[in-house]
């Protein structure tokens, strides 16, 4: 199996369709999506509730979960065929730096900040240099505005907004190629919210990184400049640049799923 170095992009998507598995029959969570996201580009997925965005973003990002795959048409991700990864998944979760729906509610309580920044370059190589790890777990706390001395609290002892960005610094300690964020301005208060703005476009502009990001706050899509896609009943409605959004021939547009 051959896994590209440098893929001329960093998604693409060619008539992708994802299964939703549960205690009922499988659905499709989105189906027919296509799209290209360029290294460097941003892209927004906005869309009600049950629309398929977080189990879009799962299944691209390389998440592992029983629950929902690749019902149909074909996605590559840092050079990663997604629907058959084999070995390549372990690659495309190196390259690329997930932040779940609900990250910083599920941060794992038993981890100290530290331990739980650290985890995804421990679990690669468990003996990185400690003195290393530690200068880059300060640099990534001091990026998201929380004190040196929360590396030693647990997340219990932290406000919700406090975890969201520990979960945002973990995404990011690998320094990925594709940051993959699935609501990344849940639960952060405004005086933060710049943090997540700053974080993207920092790498966007140092090394080329590509996002790809769920939100249907329009202020975060304007800010960053960002391509747009709308879901509705796990089908495209919508996408475009920031300038020229086009909607498809049978898109219903009300006040409540417009972009602006």
């Known amino acids: 199996m051959r896994i590209e170095d440098h893929p001329?992009?960093?998604?693409?998507?060619?008539?992708?369709?994802?299964?939703?598995?549960g205690r009922g029959p499988t659905i499709r969570a989105a189906d027919?999506?296509?799209?290209?996201?360029?290294?460097?580009?941003?892209?927004?997925?906005?869309?009600?509730?049950g629309s398929g965005k977080s189990s879009?973003?799962?299944?691209l990002a390389g998440e592992r979960d029983d629950t929902r795959k690749v019902a149909g048409g074909e996605a590559t991700v840092c050079g990663v065929n997604v629907r058959k990864p084999g070995r390549g998944h372990r690659i495309l979760t190196y390259r690329a730096g997930y932040l779940p729906q609900s990250a910083g509610a599920n941060l794992p309580?038993?981890?100290?900040?530290?331990?739980?920044?650290a985890e995804?370059?421990?679990?690669?190589?468990?003996?990185?240099?400690g003195r290393a790890l530690d200068l880059r777990i300060a640099a990534l706390l001091d990026e998201v505005q929380l004190p040196l001395g929360a590396t030693d609290r647990f997340p219990?002892?932290?406000?919700?907004?406090?975890?969201?960005?520990?979960?945002?610094?973990?995404?990011?300690?690998?320094d990925p190629q594709l940051f993959v964020a699935d609501e990344p301005l849940a639960n952060l208060d405004l005086e933060v919210r710049h943090t997540?703005?700053?974080?993207?476009?920092?790498?966007?502009?140092?090394?080329?990184?590509?996002?790809?990001?769920?939100?249907?706050?329009?202020?975060?899509?304007?800010?960053l400049r960002a391509d747009r896609m709308q879901l509705r009943g796990g089908h495209v409605?919508?996408?475009?640049?920031?300038?020229?959004?086009?909607w498809t021939p049978d898109a219903q547009v009300d006040g409540t799923l417009s972009i602006s």
Not at 9 to 17: F, G, M, V, W
Not at 120 to 129: G, K, N, T, V
Not at 237 to 246: K, L, N
Request: hydrophobic share 45%; with cysteine.
């Open 196 to 223: 997540v703005f700053d974080a993207i476009v920092k790498r966007r502009a140092e090394w080329n990184m590509a996002s790809l990001i769920v939100s249907n706050d329009p202020y975060l899509a304007r800010e």
């Open 109 to 117: 309580p038993r981890l100290n900040v530290a331990e739980i920044i």
């Open 156 to 174: 219990y002892e932290l406000s919700a907004g406090m975890r969201q960005r520990v979960a945002i610094a973990r995404a990011l300690v690998l």
């Open 8 to 21: 001329d992009a960093a998604i693409t998507c060619r008539d992708l369709s994802v299964g939703r598995s």
């Open 237 to 246: 409605v919508a996408i475009g640049t920031s300038d020229d959004v086009q």
């Open 120 to 129: 995804p370059i421990l679990s690669r190589d468990r003996r990185a240099s």
């Open 32 to 49: 027919g999506v296509s799209f290209t996201l360029a290294w460097g580009g941003t892209m927004c997925i906005s869309g009600p509730t």
């Open 56 to 59: 879009l973003v799962s299944v």
